[in-house]
């Protein structure tokens, strides 16, 4: 008997929008679960992550409600897994135990079943796992064949599950197979019919199962595959293509094969994920080589496959170093785990302010690739949102007016300053610049820091060779089609010098323009930006100072912030040695607010912006500006900024262009706003900010 072991995995992020959940679920979840009770001999084995289960039980309790009744009948599999979709290995232990164990209860609250194995994110495995399954009660999980090939194994050593363990601690592990997600839903059902022959016909040395572990929204959401797998009938096809070859084609979920089946051996599988994440997870020039060299081992034919199976690109872990955003982030998070587990409080508070770091915790936002969310605002939005409401119930409101400490909070060796209020929370890095990192209005969970870098990303290329356009159409793997949402992209392919930040200091020339801005190709006239700045803590400030060069001679500027309220802060310089008549002080800042470039949100100015509208995707040249405010109306939060004297303020919207499963996109990461001061030689210039933050009523 040839096995076929029936695996899919749905999943949506938290933070994503209700329109494109609901999307999805009309165009594959339900779909594909209909069609598969009409088809009781087709098993399955169904993973749905916590945040979509919970969303679907509120949404669509007709989905529960079918799921249910095939659960009873054994024809599904309830798989388990993080709560909220985490990378388990890169949060704390006691979260991943926590999480695996809620969604297992949820999971029993819905189905009245218990998991018995898990789907690990990502796929991303690392060698301690099957402490962390078996301490979770879970005795099983599906990865990518590619782990078992890392590990030495050969693709015909795969035809069933292999026994792992890490301190004693055993479980069982299967391949998913290769040739089999390229088929399945993409290749017409007579390819899969010829794979299972062959199968049949002893193609595996050990085991005799096909095994499929993969997403299910290429079954409904990719580009194409609507069309494809529903109204051109490919998975009606595919289901009776199975039924009609019972006889020698057993459909089993995973705990239905276990319970028949050996194990074909034991292995210890390396540290990775998925193929393609290794490619991803490397920074741009190398992933780019990584390309090449699989490009190249593909043209060898066999020598290159066989050279191919003992290459690997990065770990997961790596994108923490290739996004200062995401190791921010990451910090965080682990900051707030820690102060939820010290902070004194009751039974009810902390299930609450759990199940908040536990969505913070959802992998999505902290890394990219064709997947992953790290470029999609409302994804970072979220994690925010719930970290800074998680801290702010444990923390409560500070006792004292101004809490100032430091310490190193991102693992940089270098420390970072956080100061707070009963309404702010401020985290600055003297070591870059003595910059803002982030701003958080704690009652509405709002950071306005949320920004993202230009970075320059390996598959860029592929951009720029087809010269900004595309092909489109055609229910094709997203890995094999160049496809563009707008035209125009390649205006937007601009990188940054350094990380978008607030109280980033410039030297610049009077001539400097707003394109040159844009671009990144001014001229820094001063050695102070993205700089190491000296600072010392007092009891109602930080006071940070930086002595270099300006303009070809010595200067020293120094900044000191101060609390002003509950919901304000001031930024104080003075700026000493800076000789240059027809010069600039420049200080920028990248701001975001959660509807982003919205029409519901806004510039508002004591000064005329022009033309070029008021909207935070405008862009222009402002002289005199004294204040300005931005305003989300959506989230009902507003930041307002003053300076003490009029500034030449330069603005324009930051987009980066990056890769998804529907093409390359432009995407608003935040605004850019370069507020400019006449030095008047070396007597010295003092400007101040003062930033408030106010919540909007109605």
């Not at 594959?28 to 289960?53: D, M, Q, V």
């Not at 897994?81 to 999971?107: C, H, K, N, T, W």
């Not at 064949?145 to 599950?161: I, P, R, S, W």
């Not at 707003?514 to 001063?526: F, K, M, N, V």
Request: net charge negative; charged share 25%.
């Amino acid at each position: 008997m040839t096995y076929f072991v029936f695996c899919i995995h749905n999943h949506q992020p938290v933070g994503n929008f209700d329109s494109v959940i609901e999307e999805a679920y009309q165009n594959s979840y339900w779909p594909f679960l209909e069609a598969l009770s009409r088809h009781p001999e087709i098993k399955l084995s169904l993973h749905n992550t916590g945040f979509l289960l919970d969303w679907m039980a509120e949404r669509h309790p007709e989905y529960i409600e079918l799921l249910r009744g095939m659960a009873a009948s054994g024809q599904v599999e309830i798989m388990g897994g993080g709560y909220y979709e985490p990378v388990l290995s890169v949060i704390p232990e006691v979260d991943r135990l926590r999480q695996v164990a809620m969604f297992s209860e949820r999971i029993e609250e819905l189905f009245r079943v218990r998991p018995r194995g898990i789907w690990l994110a990502e796929r991303v495995w690392e060698p301690t796992h099957p402490s962390i399954i078996r301490g979770a009660g879970l005795e099983y999980l599906v990865v990518d064949d590619y782990h078992f090939v890392k590990a030495g194994l050969e693709k015909d050593e795969l035809g069933g599950y292999y026994t792992t363990e890490d301190q004693g601690n055993l479980i069982k592990i299967f391949p998913g197979n290769e040739a089999l997600r390229y088929l399945i839903p993409f290749k017409p059902v007579e390819s899969f019919e010829e794979y299972m022959l062959c199968i049949k016909n002893g193609f595996f040395r050990r085991g005799n199962a096909a095994i499929y572990g993969d997403d299910g929204e290429k079954f409904g959401v990719w580009p194409g595959t609507r069309k494809w797998v529903f109204e051109d009938g490919w998975l009606e096809r595919f289901f009776e293509a199975i039924e009609r070859n019972l006889d020698w084609i057993r459909p089993s979920t995973l705990g239905g094969y276990l319970d028949r089946e050996e194990p074909v051996g034991h292995t210890y599988l390396p540290n990775t994920s998925y193929m393609e994440m290794g490619e991803w997870a490397l920074s741009a020039g190398a992933s780019r080589e990584y390309m090449r060299v699989i490009e190249e081992l593909d043209r060898l034919g066999e020598t290159g496959g066989r050279l191919r199976r003992f290459l690997q690109g990065g770990t997961w872990r790596n994108f923490l170093a290739k996004y200062p955003e995401s190791n921010w982030m990451h910090k965080r998070m682990l900051m707030v785990s820690s102060e939820l587990k010290r902070g004194p409080r009751g039974e009810t508070q902390r299930r609450a302010a759990e199940r908040l770091l536990y969505q913070a915790q959802c992998n999505d936002a902290y890394w990219h690739g064709v997947f992953g969310g790290l470029y999609l605002p409302h994804l970072r939005t979220a994690v925010y949102e719930n970290l800074i409401l998680a801290e702010d119930s444990v923390l409560g409101k500070p006792k004292k007016a101004v809490d100032i400490s430091a310490s190193d909070l991102d693992a940089d060796d270098h420390e970072e300053v956080i100061a707070r209020s009963p309404d702010l929370g401020i985290f600055l890095s003297p070591f870059n610049g003595g910059a803002v990192f982030e701003l958080d209005y704690r009652p509405g969970g709002v950071n306005f820091q949320n920004t993202l870098t230009r970075y320059q990303e390996g598959y860029h290329y592929k951009l720029e060779a087809s010269g900004g356009g595309g092909e489109n159409g055609g229910a094709k793997s997203i890995h094999e089609v160049v496809k563009v949402k707008e035209e125009g992209l390649l205006n937007y392919l601009r990188y940054d010098r350094g990380r978008r930040a607030s109280f980033i200091d410039h030297f610049l020339d009077e001539g400097i323009a707003l394109d040159d801005l844009y671009s990144h190709t001014y001229r820094e006239l001063g050695d102070f930006a993205w700089k190491k700045y000296e600072f010392e803590l007092f009891p109602d400030r930080v006071v940070m100072h930086r002595a270099a060069a300006a303009y070809g001679a010595g200067c020293t500027v120094r900044k000191t912030l101060s609390m002003d309220g509950g919901n304000a802060f001031k930024m104080s310089y003075e700026v000493v040695g800076a000789e240059a008549p027809n010069g600039f002080f420049g200080v920028e800042l990248n701001l975001i607010l959660p509807a982003c470039d919205g029409p519901l949100c806004r510039y508002e100015s004591n000064a005329d912006l022009g033309g070029g509208g008021i909207g935070l995707g405008s862009r222009g040249r402002t002289e005199g500006v004294e204040s300005l405010r931005l305003v989300d109306s959506w989230k009902g939060v507003a930041l307002s900024i003053e300076t003490d004297r009029p500034a030449t303020l330069l603005r324009h919207p930051v987009h980066t262009v990056s890769l998804s499963e529907g093409g390359f996109e432009k995407i608003y990461q935040g605004s850019c706003l370069l507020f400019l001061f006449p030095c008047r030689g070396g007597d010295g210039l003092a400007p101040s900010f003062r930033l408030s933050v106010e919540g909007l009523s109605g």
